[in-house]
């Protein structure tokens, strides 16, 4: 099974920019599709995006449709979620998934 271990996640301003990455431990990564999603407090988990294996078709979630934007480098077993113009309600812990197999999930904070 896929390990997935993210990394980026940090306190940002409201409007500002961050991207998390996240990072799998083997070549299968090429040949699945790859999510992230989010949880806040109090909340479900909610879904933010799929890609497919090539990255050719991602899906987004209204809520961060515009803002957010997933991209993955096979070569390298990374994938990435740029998100900007973020807003305090963008607080949460971000998982990346892929095949059930979840990162380790990444604080995001975004407060003045």
């Known amino acids: 099974q896929v390990q997935l271990v993210e990394s980026g996640g940090r306190l940002v301003q409201p409007g500002g920019s961050l991207t998390l990455s996240c990072a799998a431990s083997d070549s299968s990564f090429g040949t699945l599709n790859m999510s992230w999603y989010r949880q806040a407090p109090g909340h479900q988990r909610e879904w933010i995006g799929t890609?497919?294996?090539?990255?050719?078709?991602?899906n987004y979630a209204d809520s961060v449709k515009g803002r957010f934007t997933i991209s993955r480098d096979n070569a390298k077993n990374i994938a990435y979620l740029q998100m900007s113009s973020l807003k305090s309600e963008d607080t949460a812990v971000y998982y990346c998934?892929?095949?059930?197999?979840w990162g380790q999930g990444n604080q995001v904070t975004v407060t003045s």
């Open positions: 890609t497919t294996p090539t990255g050719a078709y991602t």
């Open positions: 998934e892929q095949s059930t197999s």
